[in-house]
């Protein structure tokens, strides 16, 4: 009854924390580690002290999971060297450093150990960052940069905190950790496809929305556990089977399947991202009473803490510069590619090459000019470079990490504690001026999300193609055999405006259908209409599955014609399962 009540208590303050965040501009999960502080000091609450393990096993897969598959595909590539910078370079250094620094103020804590905490207190956590970032309007480059980040730099920072404490069992050997490292990554990587790739083909054949959820809810830790069973990074596994799941579900799964999992998955972010903040807060008042028996205070902890914050700000300040520097080359290299794939095409045309490979080549040659057109129009920087600096909050990462430090590590209940406060220090310090940096760096707003512009040609470029391929559906149906009729008149006109009217969410092209439908022998006048308007359909989702491997558009301005798409083919087709 008890746990119960609790459960209970629970959901009503995320819901409530939530609510209460939207209505005063205040990210949720600020608002819930302070309200978890509160709650821990009062007398009817008792002591929260979570395995670990029941962390990184039961909410780290499961919530990178839900980040990973919702990530686009196209900006994690076009992002990659900044989140390759961020989330392994920026790590180990930041590590590193932090390491030394830990070492020197606090001689008596080994080497080793103050490295294993620098791993543990590196990873960004962008939750908080990105649920302000959008609602305020930072750009969307940056958006995707922090998302991709958060993803990878978990990985990294898991990986070096196993190479610290083997380190600090005596078994540490330089080659040893970096090849063991390099292991990790790869064996993840290839492990994360091949789940991804057999979880994605298990799933496109079920017809069951039932059977599909179950499935759905178990791929991280499919891919999670048998990456850690032999010794590669799980959640690292986890992110490239979310990615992979993410790219080819607009393809291989159904739209109730997409509609279903958007919904679950949604729903299992906000409780394991939202829950895992208010146990932060929970935690505090056990973490002070275990450093009050020994002989490190408290008062040396949070000024260690604090001082281990501020390096923390630097090393990321500093690290900017170099990177948005030599990304400004980058547009000089996509030029380059562009124009390779230009007369590659252009030599493939003049050889009268096979007409599925020259389809490829044109998308490969409009992807690498949008790829183009994207970095001209978003190239980072000195503001990017500062918002970016501005936006390394720590989080459940963190927490979880720090944790399953073992007990026999000198100094253990100091570090876990350090590390709660960088956490809780950069959550708030971050989290509370984030919205000033945003709004003085660009007081007119950026330039971000989808814009009617942009909708309105995806839309144009959609019905055009529904509008060709009727054109050749109705020139087959003139000889076929197979029973199809000619549409009359008004069911060709009902099935343009049906057409027209998958988009209308995003581009207000909305029209009435008006009349009757006769019906006539052989193929019915409605199944002819439920036909054709399921090639004009397929036809538009092909076209989108185009735009998308080109990146002509954003990936904003994708999501919502896919989403329109979705529901309308939904509401045409309710009992598809």
């Known amino acids: 009854m008890e746990l119960g009540l609790i459960a209970v208590a629970a959901v009503v303050v995320l819901v409530g924390t939530s609510i209460l965040g939207g209505r005063i501009g205040v990210a949720a999960p600020l608002i819930l580690v302070v309200v978890g502080i509160g709650a821990g000091y009062l007398p009817f609450v008792p002591r929260v002290e979570i395995d670990p393990e029941i962390i990184l096993l039961g909410v780290l897969p499961p919530l990178l999971y839900s980040a990973a598959v919702n990530v686009p595909l196209v900006d994690f590539?076009?992002?990659?060297r900044p989140v390759v910078g961020l989330s392994v370079l920026l790590v180990i250094i930041s590590a590193v450093i932090v390491g030394f620094v830990i070492h020197l103020l606090v001689p008596p804590i080994p080497l080793a150990v103050?490295?294993?905490l620098g791993a543990v207190i590196s990873p960004t956590d962008a939750v908080a960052a990105t649920s302000i970032g959008k609602r305020l309007g930072m750009p969307d480059r940056l958006v995707s940069i922090l998302e991709g980040e958060s993803l990878v730099n978990d990985a990294t920072s898991l990986v070096l905190l196993k190479t610290a404490l083997a380190a600090i069992a005596g078994s540490f050997v330089f080659w040893d950790a970096a090849g063991s490292f390099g292991y990790s990554v790869i064996a993840a990587i290839a492990i994360g496809i091949v789940m991804g790739v057999i979880t994605v083909w298990v799933r496109s054949k079920l017809h069951n929305p039932v059977y599909d959820t179950i499935i759905s809810f178990v791929v991280p830790f499919?891919?999670?556990m048998p990456a850690e069973e032999i010794g590669a990074s799980g959640v690292l596994a986890v992110v490239v089977t979310g990615l992979y799941t993410g790219h080819h579900a607009a393809k291989r799964f159904s739209p109730q399947a997409r509609m279903n999992e958007r919904l679950n998955w949604r729903t299992v972010q906000f409780a394991l991202e939202n829950g895992v903040f208010l146990v932060m807060g929970l935690q505090l008042h056990t973490l002070l009473d275990e450093v009050d028996d020994t002989e490190l205070q408290l008062a040396h902890v949070a000024l260690i803490a604090v001082g281990l914050v501020v390096i923390l700000i630097l090393l990321r300040g500093a690290f900017m510069v170099p990177m948005i520097w030599t990304m400004r080359g980058d547009e000089g290299r996509i030029q380059q590619r562009s124009d390779g794939f230009t007369r590659i095409l252009s030599r493939a045309r003049r050889?009268?090459?096979?007409?599925?490979?020259?389809?490829?080549?044109?998308?490969l040659e409009q992807r690498s000019r949008a790829d183009l057109a994207h970095e001209q129009e978003q190239q980072l920087g000195w503001r990017d470079g500062v918002l970016l600096s501005w936006s390394g909050m720590r989080g459940v990462v963190t927490l979880a990490?720090?944790?399953s430090i073992?007990?026999?590590?000198?100094?253990?209940p100091q570090l876990i504690l350090i590390a709660f406060l960088v956490a809780v220090l950069t959550l708030l310090l971050h989290g509370l001026t984030l919205p000033l940096f945003i709004r003085k760096l660009w007081p007119e707003g950026a330039n971000t999300g989808s814009n009617s512009g942009e909708l309105q040609s995806l839309s144009r470029d959609l019905f055009d193609a529904a509008n060709t391929a009727l054109e050749d559906e109705l020139e087959i149906d003139k000889d076929n055999d197979e029973g199809h009729v000619l549409p009359t008149d008004d069911v060709l006109k009902r099935v343009r405006l049906n057409a027209k009217s998958a988009l209308a969410p995003?581009?207000?092209l909305n029209a009435p259908v008006t009349g009757p439908i006769p019906h006539q022998s052989q193929e019915t006048q409605a199944a002819c209409f439920r036909r054709l308007t399921r090639v004009a359909l397929d036809a538009q989702r092909e076209a989108l599955l185009e735009e998308r491997a080109i990146g002509r558009y954003s990936s904003h301005t994708l999501r919502a014609a896919e989403l329109a798409l979705d529901a309308h083919e939904a509401r045409i087709n309710p009992n598809a399962f």
């Open 222 to 224: 499919v891919a999670f």
């Open 506 to 508: 995003i581009s207000f």
């Open 401 to 403: 990490a720090a944790q």
């Open 406 to 412: 073992s007990t026999d590590v000198p100094y253990r």
């Open 77 to 80: 590539r076009r992002n990659f």
């Open 351 to 363: 050889a009268d090459t096979d007409s599925r490979k020259l389809r490829k080549l044109e998308i």
């Open 114 to 116: 103050g490295i294993a």
